[in-house]
């Protein structure tokens, strides 16, 4: 299946191959779900797959995870989700009630969990002012981040502002970086990765307080019964 099927389309592929117990379209629809919501991470990080269609409604995907029992799917769906709606726009959606409150307890989730980070200090967030050596005469002294600039970079972390697996904040906002150097930006950037990766390895935890390997088991067991 290499078209940029609509998510719609896809859930009525499977709508169909439950009524006719048609297991081959069920498994090529599976497949084409799992590279439109990975479960691996070098498939989230950079540029989307080319089979997202341009009328993405990942929210679909989260409707298809629970209707069609699908769990694979499902951290992705819900992050994708709640990155891409706002709180109003989210109780908007023609979502069913259990949808709706595992997206909302998602994103509740996750900006806890990166405010305990932050708490605990991790330098993702982070930019120390300092002095070049003379010999350095490419870059000028670094300024740093201040106190609002990093809590700032914190709560867009939080609110999910822009699609971290993506890109990082210092590629993403580059205006707040204009007092950093250019090394303090690749080595922010180089952190915010790192941290990325690190909230990578929770998010299933925020479905149902697993870990992607007890997800994986699940997607196995789905394709051993198909």
């Known amino acids: 299946m290499l078209h940029r099927y609509p998510i719609a389309h896809l859930k009525a592929l499977l709508d169909i191959a439950r009524k006719y117990m048609a297991d081959g379209i069920r498994k090529d629809v599976i497949d084409h779900l799992e590279v439109l919501f990975p479960s691996d991470y070098d498939r989230v990080r950079g540029v989307p797959s080319k089979l997202r269609p341009h009328a993405f409604d990942p929210w679909a995907g989260v409707e298809i995870a629970l209707e069609h029992d699908i769990p694979i ?35 509740e989730a996750f900006s806890k969990r990166v405010y305990q980070y932050s708490m605990n200090g991790t330098p993702a967030f982070s930019a120390l002012p300092h002095l070049h050596s003379p010999s350095d005469i490419a870059y000028p002294d670094c300024n740093g981040m201040d106190d609002a600039a990093q809590s700032l970079v914190c709560e867009r972390y939080r609110h999910l502002e822009f699609d971290i697996f993506e890109e990082t904040d210092a590629q993403h906002s580059r205006a707040l970086y204009e007092d950093v150097c250019f090394p303090c930006r690749i080595k922010c950037s180089d952190l915010q990765r790192a ?21 994986l088991d699940m997607a196995f067991m789905d394709l051993a019964r198909t």
Not at 195 to 215: I, T, V, Y
């Open 73 to 107: 799917i499902l951290p992705m769906a819900l992050y994708y989700t709640s990155q891409r709606y706002s709180l109003e726009k989210i109780l908007d959606l023609p979502l069913s009630p259990r949808a709706t409150r595992l997206v909302l307890l998602l994103s």
């Open 195 to 215: 941290f990325a990766e690190q909230l990578w390895g929770d998010l299933p935890s925020f479905c149902h307080g697993m870990k992607w390997s007890s997800w």
